[in-house]
């Protein structure tokens, strides 16, 4: 008698896995995440509307205005015919004055602002030409907006395809999708990516072309390698029996299963387009100026840090930070929720 | 059962009152909660249930190898050779895990570290245990493997578990578990992932070593004709508790806590036609939650309105054989 | 393991063949190499003589063997730019390189590791919450912008490190932390994660059931099984190595291949760029091998497939 209780009695979950599958279910949203997510959305949706100044026009008189919260500095100056060299610090010229105060006169002292003061007209400040830190933040949300959606949609939907026909087929297909996947992570594309967006010129659809050489890889081998698990599935061995078509089967019996997982591979690789295209417009192969886009503006404003305006860089590289830390909580907390099996892929 | 006349009263293992609760964000699982037995020298018991009931936790209490946190045990004593294993710190525990009380896990597959070598894992036990040289501790190694029929032991010490089958690896787990004479092997269903015939030659192997060196083994499962082919006595668990304990032979001929009886009944049977297995109809209840009365009794096909009332105290049904059920008082 | 080891090499030597073979397009794709040397002012007959010299009168495949001949001799054309050989001017720059991706991957690994092993051990304690924040920083923020702000802070407000440049000893501090924080972001991570899933194995339980101590539990038995899934993910690391070096040479004005490859590009010094990129892929290719053969020394399942 060797008989197995396991096979009669259909053993019930243990307990440590229905405690488990309760916490998934009343794990929190995560709200700060979404929030500011929806943030960059509505910022690049709505951007002429919400955006207080021209992003890509300044006034020179305004460059370099500190964010709101800032006091600017001021000096008691000496208005004289011409500097000396001792006492640059301490005087200004009568012409400088006279801008000030038209009835200045040499001898007079006069107040001059040597650092300006913050203004609640420029909440983060203005850059180097007087452009609005705020707006140009605003608009630069459109570009990552437009870019990460273009890019997920062409360069996922090829990697979807050459998956599903990689893990379908198997073989010499599958063999060359994956050295070709080899061979992409030896291949410095970054470099050929400047190379190619500097030549061919610096527009949107070259950008998004050489993003999607990026990431389509990723995609495809998540689907592989789901395909190659799901194909053995009984109800596709029976829909083969039953006689539909390759594409068939692919699309309709096999793709759907793979969307869960697509979800938060799309999600995860949108912070890293992300991050690549504010690579590319850093290193000056972004969107051509004066478009906003955030890797460029840290860029204008690494110059300037000596001389202590730091928010012209530091702030839309806040924006890509707080971005890419949504999208990555956001999509950690998809994951629990719909393929706890993915933990192990990241 | 030719071992019964063999069965000598001394005790090795007294465990009492033994409780082990979780803390969860939903309140503390009660996964062990109260269950008392004893084990005597070269005796069997097996521990029966569904999964989820205990069984398993009771194991890692036994060898003090519950994860705290959560995991905590709240009460109770665990006696073995006059040490209350429940009192003794990481340390001491140390010395007595492997040595005195030894254990043997379900999936063969998985409870050889795959990147060391059979005999790297077989003679560590023998080198944290016996203060021998590093020569005789390879001898003994090999031996250990003899004993469980490892062909070709010797280059078989240089192979990496992935180089070998299931019925293989779990020979070696077998072989760790009796590597340095422990009063005490537990194995936790030893034998779920093998095939029939290795799992009837692994079952024997078992009882051989066991005769050889006196071992008192606890068997936890939820097969009962393991339990039939194996065991001397046997306590049935169900929700954290133990309900039914006795002779296997109490428990096959005169099951007396319903559960058990379902259980029974649930097995097929090699003589009997039937035209449809019996099942238990539900869920044990949540550990977390457990009902007042009696934790059976949303399945109990003779359920009476004291079950939900209170627990049941312990009665005796024969000399040796408990069961906790309102209808025995 | 001769035949993985095999296996591998032959894989790498496809790859740096087929990078070659993409670079080789691309220079002809971009353009006729001559636009390069000869300018306006140049009659039909340079142009012709030049054509014979780069070997342009013969057929492609005929030219993308020479080119292959020519990079298998060390002899990579010349910079346009600094007019003398590719491979002299990658030469001098290739240790600063070199010697910021050691440190900044030693650096990694130095606080990678332990942190995830520990965030795993102490699991939902601060500092595994310290953990998580630092991965969280190192997989988000962009380097660049990490770069700047580091460079702000500590060169500019608190004096106490140089902003750019190759001169001290410590001018190397932040280049690397910043390059090196993604990679002990990326470390921590996976060691963390492979390090849970090991301490929760059975192997895991019958070691400390054979009365094993704790500390030999985690350090021979888990460690090496952590380590694992890093090595795995090895290649995908190194890639970003290349991304990271040319961000944090151009930030931090790093004598190395990376701000190499931006000088070349916006010079549009072709035969330079070409150079650097074989540079970079042959690293690459290199560095993965030895990752390789590390994999198969941790990970026996690999050494007797």
Same mark, same amino acid.
């Given at each position: 008698m060797a008989a197995d209780l396991s096979g009669i009695i259909i053993a019930p979950p243990t307990t440590m896995a229905r405690a488990a599958g309760a916490y998934r279910k009343f794990r929190r949203w995560p709200v700060i995440p979404l929030f500011l997510l929806g943030l960059v959305v509505f910022a690049g949706l709505f951007a002429p509307l919400i955006s207080p100044h021209n992003p890509e026009k300044g006034e020179l008189k305004d460059r370099n205005i500190p964010p709101a919260w800032l006091g600017g500095e001021t000096a008691l100056k000496l208005v004289v015919e011409r500097l000396s060299i001792n006492d640059r610090g301490s005087q200004v010229t009568l012409r400088d004055a006279l801008v000030i105060n038209p009835n200045a006169k040499v001898g007079d002292q006069l107040v001059i602002v040597t650092k300006p003061a913050g203004s609640t007209k420029f909440l983060l400040g203005t850059d180097h030409l007087g452009r609005d830190v705020l707006s140009r933040i605003i608009y630069g949300a459109r570009i990552s907006l437009i870019v990460s959606i273009v890019t997920l949609g062409v360069g996922g939907s090829i990697g979807v395809v050459l998956g599903l026909a990689a893990g379908y087929y198997g073989g010499w297909v599958d063999e060359t999708l994956m050295r070709l996947v080899d061979i992409k992570l030896a291949i410095p594309l970054i470099l050929i990516a400047l190379v190619l967006v500097i030549t061919l010129g610096q527009s949107l659809a070259i950008i998004v072309t050489v993003l999607c050489l990026f990431i389509w890889p990723r995609f495809a081998r998540q689907v592989r390698g789901e395909v190659l698990q799901l194909k053995n599935m009984d109800y596709v061995s029976l829909a083969k029996v039953s006689g539909a078509s390759t594409a068939r089967i692919l699309f309709i019996h096999i793709f759907p299963g793979t969307i869960n997982t697509l979800i938060v591979v799309a999600t995860l690789q949108v912070g890293i387009v992300i991050l690549l295209e504010s690579t590319l417009s850093f290193l000056g192969a972004g969107v051509p100026p004066p478009t906003p886009a955030w890797g460029s503006m840290v860029a204008d404003g690494r110059d300037k840090l000596a001389g202590g305006v730091w928010w012209i860089s530091t702030f839309p590289g806040l924006a890509i930070m707080l971005t890419v830390v949504s999208l990555n909580l956001f999509g950690d907390w998809l994951r629990d929720k719909l393929d706890p099996r993915l933990r192990q892929m990241e | 059962m030719a071992t019964e006349t063999r069965i000598n009263t001394e005790t090795v293992l007294e465990v009492e009152d033994l409780r082990t609760y979780?803390?969860?964000?939903?309140?503390?699982?009660?996964?062990?909660?109260? #269950?008392?037995? /004893?084990?005597?020298?070269?005796?069997? &018991?097996?521990?029966?249930?569904?999964?989820?009931?205990?069984?398993?936790?009771?194991?890692?209490?036994?060898?003090?190898?519950?994860?705290?946190?959560?995991?905590?045990?709240?009460?109770?004593? #665990?006696?073995? /050779?006059?040490?209350?294993?429940?009192? &003794?710190s990481e340390n001491e525990l140390g010395k007595i895990r492997g040595s005195k009380i030894a254990l043997i896990i379900q999936d063969p597959m998985t409870s050889l570290n795959p990147v060391f070598t059979i005999g790297d894992q077989v003679e560590e036990a023998i080198k944290i245990h016996q203060d021998i040289p590093k020569r005789s501790v390879m001898e003994h190694a090999l031996q250990v493997l003899r004993k469980v029929n490892i062909p070709a032991a010797e280059s078989r010490m240089k192979d990496y578990p992935h180089q070998m089958s299931g019925g293989m690896r779990q020979r070696v787990v077998g072989a760790i578990g009796i590597s340095c004479q422990p009063k005490v092997l537990i194995a936790d269903e030893p034998t779920t992932s093998l095939d029939v015939t290795i799992q009837a030659q692994y079952l024997k192997l078992l009882k051989d070593l066991q005769k050889d060196s006196d071992m008192s083994l606890i068997f936890i499962t939820h097969d009962f004709g393991i339990v039939a082919k194996m065991c001397d006595r046997v306590a049935v668990m169900y929700a954290g508790r133990i309900v039914e304990h006795g002779s296997v032979r109490d428990i096959f001929n005169n099951p007396s806590h319903p559960y058990t009886a379902a259980l029974l009944a649930s097995v097929p049977k090699m003589d009997v036609d039937v035209d449809r297995l019996f099942s238990i109809e539900g869920q044990p209840p949540p550990l977390h939650n457990l009902p007042v009365g009696c934790s059976f009794a949303d399945r109990c096909p003779v359920v009476m309105d004291k079950c939900r009332e209170a627990y049941p105290n312990r009665s005796t049904v024969s000399d040796g054989h408990t069961a906790a059920c309102w209808k025995l008082e | 393991m001769q035949k993985y080891l095999a296996r591998r090499f032959v894989l790498a030597f496809v790859t740096l063949l087929a990078v070659s073979l993409i670079i080789f397009i691309m220079s002809r794709v971009s353009g006729d190499p001559r636009h390069i040397y000869l300018d306006d002012y140049s009659t039909q007959e340079d142009w012709d003589r030049m054509g014979v010299v780069l070997g342009l009168d013969k057929p492609y495949y005929q030219q993308y063997g020479l080119f292959l001949k020519g990079a298998i001799r060390g002899d990579l054309g010349e910079s346009v730019r600094e007019a003398r050989p590719v491979t002299s001017v990658i030469w001098e720059r290739l240790p600063a390189t070199l010697m910021l991706g050691a440190v900044a991957f030693t650096l990694s690994l130095l606080i990678g590791v332990p942190l995830g092993i520990l965030s795993a051990i102490k699991r939902g304690t601060p500092l595994d919450a310290l953990g998580k924040l630092v991965a969280l920083i190192g997989q988000s923020a962009p380097p660049f912008w990490l770069g700047i702000m580091l460079m702000f802070f500590f060169a500019v407000k608190l004096g106490v490190l140089p902003p750019y440049g190759k001169q001290d000893w410590n001018s190397i501090v932040l280049p690397a932390v910043t390059l090196g924080w993604y990679y002990a972001a990326a470390n921590l991570r996976l060691v963390r994660s492979a390090m849970l899933d090991v301490l929760d194995s059975e192997y895991i339980k019958l070691a400390r059931a054979k009365g094993v101590n704790s500390r030999?539990?985690?350090?021979?038995?888990?460690?090496?099984?952590?380590?694992?899934?890093?090595?795995?993910?090895?290649?995908?690391?190194?890639?970003?190595?290349?991304?990271?070096?040319?961000?944090?040479?151009?930030?931090?004005?790093?004598?190395?291949?990376?701000?190499?490859?931006?000088?070349?590009?916006?010079?549009?010094?072709?035969?330079?760029?070409?150079?650097?990129?074989?540079?970079?892929?042959?690293?690459?290719?290199?560095?993965?091998?030895?990752?390789?053969?590390?994999y198969a020394y941790v990970d026996p399942r690999i050494r007797y497939a």
């Open positions: - | 979780f803390r969860t964000r939903w309140g503390t699982v009660k996964a062990v909660d109260g #269950i008392s037995f /004893d084990l005597r020298k070269g005796e069997t &018991l097996g521990i029966v249930g569904e999964s989820g009931c205990g069984k398993s936790v009771t194991m890692l209490s036994l060898m003090r190898l519950i994860p705290t946190p959560p995991g905590r045990i709240v009460s109770g004593k #665990i006696i073995l /050779d006059g040490d209350d294993l429940v009192q &003794l | 030999t539990v985690i350090l021979k038995h888990a460690f090496r099984n952590a380590l694992i899934p890093p090595l795995t993910f090895a290649g995908v690391t190194l890639g970003a190595l290349v991304t990271g070096s040319l961000v944090v040479e151009t930030v931090f004005a790093w004598p190395g291949l990376g701000r190499l490859a931006i000088e070349a590009l916006f010079a549009f010094d072709y035969p330079l760029l070409q150079g650097v990129v074989i540079t970079f892929t042959l690293l690459y290719v290199i560095a993965a091998f030895i990752v390789d053969v590390l």
